[in-house]
């Protein structure tokens, strides 16, 4: 049997085929477009979802949260405070404050401003990458008696402050209506201190 002889064989023993299947070339097409459809619908579901569990234009939060600095071979523990507000549904600010408790003759407060974008993977979690800028103090406090001489300096401390950018992300787990827990960690890089801050703590939403 010639190709095109055996080519026009298989073609015709398809076709019966689909037809003995009540399966058309149109019913395939529709059927791929009906997929589309609910495709469309379901995400749209979703999209709709995440939204309506979103946070509100204009919504405020405060915050207290435990934190861990740690870099460059010193670790210090803290407390912290932060003041949140909501610019438009996934874009929040924050304002935050943290003092780390003396170690080694050292303490440390950290200040600043973050941005937020948020990301509501269900209506319990919501994640967010950040981006922040502030001020970093250091003190560091010694026996004029016993290191004087050594540091060659009169004072008995020394300060040091200084500007510096943050990269990091977080977490909000949502308790109630009003109250959520958060976990976050960034990376604040300066001149003298490049340091990492790891919190935990718990917000409340006005």
């Given at each position: 049997?010639k190709t095109?002889?055996k080519?026009?064989?298989?073609?015709?023993?398809?076709?019966?085929?689909i037809?003995k299947?009540?399966?058309?070339p149109?019913?395939?097409?529709?059927s791929?477009?009906?997929?589309?459809?609910?495709?469309v619908?379901?995400?749209?579901?979703l999209?709709?979802?995440?939204?309506?569990s979103a946070?509100?234009?204009?919504?405020?939060?405060?915050?207290?949260?435990v934190?861990l600095g740690a870099?460059?071979?010193?670790?210090?523990?803290?407390?912290?405070?932060?003041?949140?507000y909501?610019?438009?549904?996934p874009?929040r600010?924050?304002a935050?404050?943290?003092?780390?408790f003396?170690?080694?003759?050292?303490?440390m407060?950290?200040?600043g401003?973050?941005?937020?974008?948020?990301?509501f993977?269900?209506d319990?979690?919501?994640v967010?990458?950040l981006?922040?800028?502030?001020?970093l103090?250091?003190k560091?406090?010694?026996?004029?008696?016993?290191y004087?001489?050594l540091?060659d300096?009169?004072?008995?401390?020394d300060?040091?402050?200084?500007?510096?950018?943050?990269l990091?992300g977080?977490?909000?787990?949502?308790?109630?209506e009003?109250?959520?827990l958060?976990?976050e960690?960034k990376?604040?890089?300066?001149?003298?201190w490049?340091r990492?801050?790891i919190s935990a703590g718990?917000?409340f939403?006005f």
């Open positions: 049997m095109t002889e080519l026009y064989a298989r073609s015709a023993m398809q076709s019966e085929s037809q299947n009540g399966v058309s149109k019913n395939l097409t529709k791929r477009k009906n997929f589309l459809l609910y495709c619908l379901a995400i749209a579901g999209t709709v979802s995440l939204t309506a946070q509100e234009q204009g919504d405020i939060a405060a915050g207290a949260n934190v870099g460059q071979e010193f670790t210090n523990f803290g407390l912290g405070a932060k003041l949140q909501s610019i438009t549904r874009i600010i924050e935050a404050f943290n003092y780390f003396e170690k080694d003759m050292t303490s407060w950290d200040a401003l973050n941005a937020h974008y948020l990301f993977v269900s319990k979690f919501t967010y990458p981006v922040g800028a502030g001020f103090g250091s560091f406090k010694w026996d004029a008696g016993e004087g001489e540091l300096a009169e004072d008995e401390s300060s040091y402050n200084e500007f510096g950018v943050k990091g977080g977490i909000d787990f949502k308790l109630t009003k109250l959520f958060n976990f960690a990376y604040r890089i300066g001149d003298l490049n990492t801050f718990i917000g939403r």
